[in-house]
């Protein structure tokens, strides 16, 4: 995302990388910083009609039983596209192996995202691995709060992957214009990324890169999902150190065994910074070591700050230290009843879980859409027509092997 152009909200740098890969050096992750100058509320609005006053632990218990059956069902089927059934119409987003673009369907006339990634630089950055994870894992789900994946396709020298058009833009930058969430806005949010955080364990996925920016909002206001880069299949633990550095959970940092409790220590983070504006361990300096230091402190070491003379929510800080426990073994969404702790929380007794799992509950931010194919959410980039020109063209393709998932596309 580029630097926000008005003197009432945030200067942003660096908003894209902040992640880190196991081809970074050790603890010497890209940063995000942040620095707040009078930020005012964007959003004056958003706790009308926010939540049901109704907590249905009978369904919510069902509901958890119902995914756990998900295991065994069918991969989904995906269709099979080619670029020229596809006409450009702007770019979304920039990315370090290629861009996404918004696109319209010559067929149907419906609009999809389509990430277009250079085979030579993921092989080059050695995110082979993780590009195909990220095809199998999008190719084997289907909720209403996880970004759908419609199909992929390779060309000589590039990959293509057909998502969902998700129109409302990042929570990272309403947040940002919001400067802070009200108490029923972030607990909304919250409470949508928790069913798609258990949806995915269900399904043996551990996802690892929950962050406002990841979080892109439908034409409704309800969330997608997206960037699933990171996520991996994983039936117990895995040791690979990747994120992004606020969200990184303690064992992450020190480099032992981890598992799907990593998600949950990353929405404790979340719910933090939808209620602050910041992740409770920020560093203005971006300083990496005091950063990683203070995860691996824990919770007693972070920072309350109050709002308008108010103490932080008492719910909602009993939640974020049980999410962010530095020990796996005592962190909601990891004990006994797994999901079942955190769906349960008090900090979430008014939310029906059933009307939010049907989308039955009005969002409280409707994007301003203008009709379908408005991307005026997103940021403006300048469009680079060379490389748009040269896809689906015939070249030599040394790494088409390195994909076998994504279907070869020849342009007719």
């Known amino acids: 995302m580029k630097e926000t152009s008005s003197s009432h909200v945030w200067k942003l740098r660096n908003v894209k990388n902040r992640r880190i890969s196991p081809t970074d050096p050790p603890m010497q992750a890209r940063r995000l910083f942040l620095r707040r100058s ?3 509320m964007y959003l004056q609005n958003l706790i009308l009609h926010t939540l049901p006053l109704l907590h249905h632990s009978t369904f919510m218990m069902n509901y958890i039983e119902e995914e756990k059956s998900l295991n065994a069902r069918p991969r989904k089927h995906k269709g099979t596209y080619r670029l020229e059934d596809f006409i450009i119409q702007r770019t979304l987003g920039t990315g370090s192996f290629g ?9 149907n006339l419906r ?4 990430k277009v990634l250079k085979k030579e630089k993921v092989v080059r950055m050695k995110q082979i691995e993780h590009t195909n994870n990220e095809q199998y894992i999008l190719a084997d789900i289907s909720h209403p709060f996880i970004i759908n994946l419609w199909g992929t396709f390779q060309d000589a020298t590039n990959l293509y992957m057909v998502m969902d058009f998700v129109p409302g833009g ?4 309403l947040l940002r214009r919001s400067n802070r969430f009200p108490e029923p806005v972030a607990k909304f949010y919250a409470a949508e990324v928790a069913l798609a955080l258990h949806h995915l ?4 996925i551990v996802y690892r890169d929950l962050k406002p920016e990841n979080i892109l909002l439908n034409s409704d206001g309800h969330i997608k999902v997206a960037d699933f880069g990171f996520a991996k299949a994983c039936s117990s633990v895995t040791w690979t150190l990747c994120g992004t550095p606020d969200y990184l959970a303690p064992e992450i940092i020190s480099q032992q065994r981890y598992n799907k409790s990593v998600d949950w220590y990353a929405l404790g983070v979340l719910i933090f910074e939808m209620l602050t504006g910041l992740p409770p361990y920020h560093q203005a300096q971006g300083n990496p070591a005091i950063l990683y230091e203070k995860i691996t402190a824990g919770p007693a070491h972070i920072r309350w700050p109050s709002a308008n003379n108010e103490e932080f929510p008492l719910l909602a800080k009993d939640l974020i230290v049980k999410l962010m426990d530095c020990d796996p073994s005592k962190r909601y969404g990891n004990m006994q009843h797994g999901a079942g702790d955190v769906f349960a929380h008090p900090w979430f007794r008014e939310v029906d879980w059933q009307k939010l799992c049907s989308r039955d509950i009005i969002a409280p931010y409707l994007p301003k859409i203008s009709g379908d194919g408005d991307a005026s959410a997103f940021d403006n980039y300048d469009e680079d027509f060379e490389a748009t020109a040269s896809y689906g063209l015939p070249a030599n393709d040394p790494y088409g092997h390195c ?3 994504f279907e070869y596309s020849y342009t007719s």
Do not use: M, Q
């Open 201 to 204: 364990h269900t399904l043996h």
């Open 38 to 40: 009078e930020p005012k």
């Open 170 to 173: 990042e929570l990272f930058t």
């Open 403 to 405: 994909f076998p998932d």
């Open 99 to 107: 861009r996404v673009h918004l696109v319209r369907s010559k067929h």
């Open 111 to 114: 609009f999809y995202a389509i």
